[in-house]
T-cell receptor
Framework: GAVVSQHPSRVICKSGTSVKIECRSLDFQATTMFWYRQFPKQSLMLMAT?????????EQGVEKDKFLINHASLTLSTLTVTSAHPEDSSFYIC???????????????FGEGSWLTVV | QKEVEQDPGPLSVPEGAIVSLNCTYSNSAFQYFMWYRQYSRKGPELLMYTYSSGNKEDGRFTAQVDKSSKYISLFIRDSQPSDSATYLC???????????FGKGTMLLVSP
């Protein structure tokens, strides 16, 4: 299947600093990428949807100034957690939707996730 | 009522058993249905996807969709310890805008 690469897989940062997580579609062009947050033993919570070349659409309750999303190309989206606090510690997962027609062309693939620990 | 309901489990079965995982949903606009497998501390992996009602088989996995009952299932035959993971159902409408996930069912297959 298609590959979505996420980096870094683990990051520890100090409270008050910012951290950037990258999401790349390696073998397909992704017109749309999604960012999720997952707490232990919980399901995926959609944070925002980003379309290449336009502003991200944030879900209700997600602070757009805190979670900056950039989708500068068809293969790369970034999530920057600004002024991170311990409560931002979580598992962040991106997914990418392949552009194209039909179900297979619209299938959504996930990255491996990034563990963020804010100390 | 949540849009997608899924029993969190855990569901414990012996190796070789047939496993049935299920989700119910309330939004009749959902047209595409997917099952993802997520190992601990990893991103979800797409297992199967189906469109509208019917069955789809892939190796030991069979996905069923009953739109009239708003009920989808994933069957795993000859389950293996390596199948131990959390299984998430997901679905979306014809616009394929965003996925709505179930909470996931944790499956434990013991040797």
């Amino acid at each position: 299947g298609a590959v979505v690469s996420q980096h870094p897989s683990r990051v520890i940062c100090k409270s008050g600093t910012s951290v950037k997580i990258e999401c790349r579609s390696l073998d397909f062009q992704a017109t749309t990428m999604f960012w999720y947050r997952q707490f232990p033993k919980q399901s995926l919570m959609l944070m925002a949807t980003s379309n290449e070349g336009s502003k991200a659409t944030y879900e209700q309750g997600v602070e757009k100034d805190k979670f900056l999303i950039n989708h500068a190309s068809l293969t790369l989206s970034t999530l920057t957690v600004t002024s991170a606090h311990p409560e931002d510690s979580s598992f962040y997962i991106c997914s990418a939707r392949a552009s194209g027609q039909g179900l297979s062309g619209n299938t959504i693939y996930f990255g491996e996730g990034s563990w963020l620990t804010v100390v | 009522q949540k849009e997608v309901e899924q029993d969190p489990g855990p569901l414990s079965v012996p190796e070789g058993a047939i496993v049935s995982l299920n989700c119910t949903y309330s939004n009749s606009a959902f047209q595409y249905f997917m099952w993802y497998r997520q190992y601990s501390r990893k991103g979800p992996e797409l297992l199967m996807y189906t469109y509208s009602s019917g069955n789809k088989e892939d190796g030991r996995f069979t996905a069923q969709v009953d739109k009239s009952s708003k009920y989808i299932s994933l069957f795993i035959r000859d389950s293996q310890p390596s199948d131990s993971a959390t299984y998430l159902c997901a679905m979306t409408d014809s616009g394929y805008s965003t996925l709505t996930f179930g909470k996931g069912t944790m499956l434990l297959v013991s040797p």
